[in-house]
């Protein structure tokens, strides 16, 4: 492994510890609320401090980042997984079916992801739509080099044999073609991960996030933004878990990229 993965694998390894061990850690639930305590302060009572409802602010950002991370993950599987679909399929089929399923990328490329996401984040909620228009947003450059990369591999000898041996399109991609994408597909679907996160982030300050009474990194960043000055406790933790997590994140991505592709090296 390359330095970067390494360093990447360490870093990330702290704010997954921190979601899987982190609810165990604390004597208050990410939803219970002390009626003593609103926007108090740090103390031995809530390390963190709490919010201005009177939850705690360590046990409500480790549940944030629980939801974070499978937020992240999701939209990294479901995106990569879109790309590789379409864009093998368009570059093994060629012809009609290609131009036709690129006309398709090409026009989610031009459409202003702001738009889609105010257009449809009234219209659905939860986490899982959140996802879908995450993914729907985040496939369509890979979809293109992978339809290219695979027109490439399409004029293979060991591809064409198998294709005149009577072997289905579905197969000789499977066997012969994704196995030579893979580094691609790894590198972007671990790049995914933190452009998810992020995205998620943003669109929690401009009202498109997790809906109440759920909540996320990117939520608890935006309540907090507004008193910061007052209350920085609120912000400070949930803040300082995403730059962490997106900084490790790139770095594994990077490292995996030197580790697995010969051209980078």
Not at 94 to 102: E, I, K, Q, S, V
């Amino acid at each position: 492994m390359t330095r970067r993965t390494v360093a990447g694998l360490l870093l990330l390894a702290a704010p997954l510890a921190l979601a899987a061990a982190g609810p165990a850690l604390s004597p208050w639930a990410w939803d219970d609320i002390d009626f003593a305590a609103f926007g108090a302060g740090p103390s031995r009572r809530h390390w963190l401090g709490t919010t201005q409802n009177g939850r705690d602010v360590f046990a409500v950002t480790v549940h944030a980042l629980r939801r974070s991370l499978l937020i992240g993950a999701a939209v990294a599987a479901l995106a990569t997984f879109l790309a590789a679909l379409v864009g093998t399929a368009a570059g093994f089929a060629g012809g009609r079916a290609d131009r036709a399923l690129m006309w398709g990328v090409d026009l989610l490329v031009v459409l202003p992801p702001f738009l889609v996401v105010a257009v449809l984040a009234p219209r659905t909620g939860g986490a899982l739509a959140l996802v879908a228009v995450l993914a729907a947003l985040l496939w369509t450059t890979t979809a293109r080099m992978v339809r290219a990369l695979t027109r490439t591999l399409r004029e293979r000898e060991y591809v064409r044999a198998a294709r005149l041996g009577g072997v289905s399109a579905p197969r000789t991609i499977v066997r012969h073609v994704l196995p030579q994408l893979a580094s691609l597909l790894v590198v972007d679907a671990s790049l995914n991960v933190g452009a998810a996160i992020i995205a998620e982030s943003g669109l929690a300050h401009l009202g498109f996030g997790v809906r109440p009474p759920g909540v996320s990194l990117g939520t608890l960043i935006a309540d907090g933004g507004t008193a910061v000055l007052a209350h920085p406790w609120r912000f400070g933790f949930p803040a300082g878990l995403l730059v962490v997590l997106v900084v490790a994140v790139h770095l594994l991505a990077d490292g995996l990229r030197d580790a697995l592709d010969p051209a980078a090296r």
